[in-house]
């Protein structure tokens, strides 16, 4: 048979460098599907059981490797399905290629079935490549752009294909004639450096500071060693936003560790006290948790212009890669001989420690969830790759995790999406099979889709070198981070129609599907658990039963959400004095001497 346009599609990917395409089928992707069967040997083909989990997944692929995601869903519905998990990419600038199939091209137009214009709905997610192949001789092309460009730009880029189209002969080689492309594969990544004169400004900024405080995020994940370089120099602290959880290893005492809300009081301390601040690679959102404009004198270093200057107002916004960036700077930086701003951060991060293992290990109603998390420490291996769901999952990821370099660690930072903690796992166990991975998801999140996806880890497992992939499952019967927003922000009780959730045996029903998995409801339970866990032989879920009463704290309560919280109170809320003595507890620890 002569190869088929589906079949160049799958060679031109794999010429791109694609190895693996997370998906689901559909008539409208039906040749795709057949060519899959004739490239097993170039692209292996892994089966969701959704395709916002493809989505997801490939957002993962994206983000454990830096190279591109790729997912495939029909025409229609499964079309559709894809973009919560492509806006996740999006949002948190991972590169991915979404590949969708198209209703035959006699059709369109006629309000077929399955007919939807996805060039119209793609087009906000992808508006940087976006297009449907109507003829086979593009196709050359539309694989090499879509990839280089999802790579270039850090996008999601999106390419519709019809399936008689997919059916055609391929065209390998358009002619040589006026109005045809010839293309190559290729992209390599290059070394952005700013202008020298604009690198002598910023390091005058950094040298008149007496106070200076860094930001880092995902953006300066290769800069390690240049940024404890220059936090040495400058005697600054240096906060992470979520997304560059494993940019500086949390042990080190001038790493104050997560900001916002997050994140922790010495951050931000960091930030309220700080007179210079410096922003490596982040586009962390919340003003609130940054200085007041005026305050301090910033300068900013990100890879992409467009998100320059746009979170505080900025000195001087610089376009250039963290890595080469840094080493330039650094020779130009002095050596603050004043240490003094360097100690108070220093006291507080130790302060700060010691307060969070406190609250930690205060009784709760069954089990604290921050409990897990700080015990966990003990027993997380180095080369562990983690994601949390968005919930009070991430608090406790961003708070109470001692996380390092050697780590991987994401979670949804922009789009703050419930879904992606048991996908991006997945897809990090298919990157890096000889990695444990280990997912933090909520009862609700688990509903939502995890416990479906524990089906796609029971059909997969096998494959993997290191089997383990860990689910910490939260069950607290709640939506709990929405709970606290409710009583936090919105001065509202609990209204238990919204947030209650339906007590479901996460860990039986991890064994139904042939993993492995316990329950527990007892805080001495926790350390025989987590042993267990990482010497299992199969993907284990840990269900914790934990108290939903335990407040996911903002680091510097404001008056306004105290006055809510007490609102929430005389509101009449139905878990109100169980609420009062956590919160109460939480609290006062700040408050004990020494503090
Ligand atoms: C798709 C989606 N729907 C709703 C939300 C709003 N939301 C954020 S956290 C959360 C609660 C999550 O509950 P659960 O997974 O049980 O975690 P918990 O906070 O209880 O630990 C909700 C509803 C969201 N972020 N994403
Ligand atoms: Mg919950």
Known sequence: MAETTADFLLDRLHENGVRRIYGYPGDGINAIIGALARHTDQIEFIQARH???AAFMACGHAKWTGEVGVCLATSGPGAIHLLNG???????????????????????????????????????????????????????????????IALDQRAVTCLIIPNDLAEEPAVTDPPVKHGTIHSSPGWR??????????????????????????????????????????????GAGVAKALLGRTVLDDSLPYCTGSIGLLGTKPSWTLMDECDTLLVVGSSFPYSEFLPEPGQARGVQI??????????????????????????????????????GWREQIEKEVTEWWRLIEERAMQDADPINPQRLFW??????????????????????????????????????????????????????????????????????????????ELITVAKYYERWTDPRLVVLVLNNRDLNQVTWEQRAMEGDPKNPATQNLPD????DFAR????DGIRIETPDA???????AFSADKPFVLEAVVDPETPPLPPHITLEQAKSFLSALRGGDPNARAMIRQSFKQKMLEFLPGR
């Open 504 to 507: 479901v045996r996460y860990a």
């Open 512 to 515: 139904m599907v042939g993993l």
């Open 51 to 53: 395709e916002e989990m």
């Open 189 to 234: 990544a290059p070394r952005v450096v700013p202008q020298q004169p604009d690198l002598q400004q910023a390091a005058e900024i950094l040298n008149a500071g007496e106070k200076v405080a860094i930001l880092a995020g995902q953006g300066a994940r290769e800069a390690t060693d240049e940024l404890m370089q220059l936090a040495d120099k400058l």
């Open 86 to 148: 492509l806006y996740d990419a999006k949002l948190d600038h991972a590169p991915v290629l979404a590949i969708v199939g198209q209703q035959s091209r006699m059709a369109l137009g006629g309000h077929y079935q399955q007919e939807v214009d996805l060039q119209t709905l793609f087009k906000d997610v992808a508006p940087e490549y976006c297009h449907m192949a109507t003829d086979a001789a593009q196709i050359r092309h539309l694989v090499d752009r879509a990839h280089r």
């Open 526 to 532: 926790i350390d025989a658990a987590w042993e267990e």
């Open 302 to 339: 990100d890879l992409d212009g467009r998100m320059l200057n746009i979170r505080y107002p900025m000195e001087l916004g610089l376009v250039g890669d963290a890595k080469a960036t840094l080493e330039e700077l650094i020779p130009l930086v002095r050596h603050k001989t004043d240490r």
């Open 375 to 452: 015990e966990l420490n003990k027993y997380l291996p180095d080369d562990a790759i983690l994601s949390a769901d968005s919930g009070t999952s991430a608090d406790w990821f961003a708070r109470d995790l001692k996380l390092k370099p050697s780590h991987m660690a994401s979670l949804s930072g922009t789009l703050a999406t419930m879904g992606p903690g048991m996908p991006y796992a997945i897809a990090a166990k298919f990157a890096h099979p000889n990695r444990p991975a280990v997912a933090f998801v909520g009862d609700g999140a688990m509903q939502m889709n995890g416990m479906a």
